[in-house]
């Protein structure tokens, strides 16, 4: 819904003539699908162009985005186009990679971008957010994912100090339209409220841990870095980013034996560890290496890593759940499974 808020009044700017037809918007390759498809379905619609920064991935440094992002930005002005959006994840879903999002802000800002919306979905309860030094025009992010909360439950944050605020509106257009996007926003016709409701207990909650929330994080961070770390040790493989860029999830490479070469293929694999060793772990195709031209990354055995597993850990989670992740993939290597045994027959290989 925030998404949908702020994609609402991009097209507007576009359909009253604010914004003239060819203007960018910029988003990420990785950048979440349903925020790329309402990237598409409002501003792409009403006329605007989109450049993707195509970011590397397994990935090295925070240097290596911030040039990858660089690159992208010059593109997109190119010929004197307007950058009028860039929309940055702080966090991207899938790979999951911890973005140097305040740098990206600062230079977008230097660049003459004219707002910067921030998909921050798993960041509040992952990492620290000053939504003020991050200096973002546009701040979003859900509370049911790393924060305790149930579903529907997410913030929109807005600088006071911008004149765009008086001009947002809700989507579902209600009795309190034109009185201000939170009065539209409080009231939008029979939607049930009570998830909100849940926030203040889940605050009372994280507060009985050591640390608080921050206390939490810390030791997520920590013990997905270690499981990671036991992963990748056993498989042969490694982590698709430096700690420092991992949060609570981190990207663990999966045998190249394991032979995934599609989207489908890594769909199938989550599928069969679910239905087959009852484990449940989000998996990841990649078909970009570190640096454009280069091979892709092997494992010790010196077969390409073209897949990866998503980790996290959240406060209930132990090692043993982890170490059966581990024994899965050891058994399908151990058996000498490949990808090619679960396609259907006769159907070519698509991303």
Same mark, same amino acid.
């Given at each position: 819904?925030? !998404? *949908? ?5 991009? #097209?507007?700017?576009? @359909?009253? =003539?604010?914004?003239? +037809?060819?203007? &960018? ?40 985005? !911030? *040039? ?5 930005? #010059?593109?997109?002005? @190119?010929? =004197?186009?307007?950058? +009028?959006?860039? &929309? ?264």
């Amino acid at each position: 819904m925030a !998404v *949908a808020i702020i994609m609402q009044h991009v #097209a507007w700017s576009f @359909a009253e =003539g604010t914004f003239a +037809r060819g203007d &960018v918007v910029l988003m990420l390759h990785y950048t979440y699908s349903s925020v790329k498809n309402s990237i598409h379905a409002y501003v792409v619609r009403a006329g605007a162009t989109i450049i993707e920064v195509l970011l590397p991935f397994p990935i090295a440094s925070p240097g290596a985005v !911030v *040039a990858e992002f660089r690159a992208a930005l #010059a593109l997109a002005k @190119a010929g =004197g186009r307007s950058v +009028r959006l860039a &929309v940055i994840d702080h966090i991207t879903s899938m790979p999951s990679v911890l973005l140097p999002v305040k740098e990206l802000v600062t230079i977008c800002h230097e660049e003459g971008v004219d707002k910067v919306f921030v998909d921050g979905a798993h960041a509040i309860g992952l990492v620290p957010i000053d939504v003020r030094d991050l200096g973002a025009e546009f701040y979003t992010s859900n509370l049911h994912k790393w924060f305790f909360c149930p579903s529907a439950v997410a913030f929109l944050h807005i600088r006071k100090d911008d004149p765009i605020a008086s001009q947002l509106h809700h989507p579902i257009v209600s009795s309190e339209y034109g009185n201000g996007l939170p009065m539209e926003s409080a009231w939008i016709g029979v939607r049930d409220y009570s998830a909100q409701l849940v926030v203040p207990d889940a605050i009372d909650f994280m507060s009985r841990f050591e640390g608080g929330i921050e206390g939490i994080s810390r030791r997520n961070h920590d013990k997905v870095i270690e499981m990671g770390t036991m992963l990748a040790e056993a498989w042969g493989t490694f982590l698709g980013s430096p700690p420092e860029m991992c949060g609570s999830m981190a990207m663990v490479g999966l045998p190249g034996s394991l032979g995934i070469e599609s989207n489908g293929d890594a769909m199938r694999v989550r599928d069969m560890l679910r239905n087959e060793f009852k484990v449940e772990v989000p998996t990841f195709h990649n078909s970009r290496s570190i640096e454009e031209g280069q091979e892709m990354a092997k494992d010790a055995k010196g077969d390409q890593v073209t897949g990866y597993v998503r980790i996290s850990h959240q406060v209930y989670n132990v090692r043993e759940e982890y170490e059966a992740l581990r024994d899965a993939i050891h058994k399908l290597v151990l058996d000498g499974f490949s990808c090619s045994k679960l396609r259907p027959s006769g159907k070519v290989l698509s991303n």
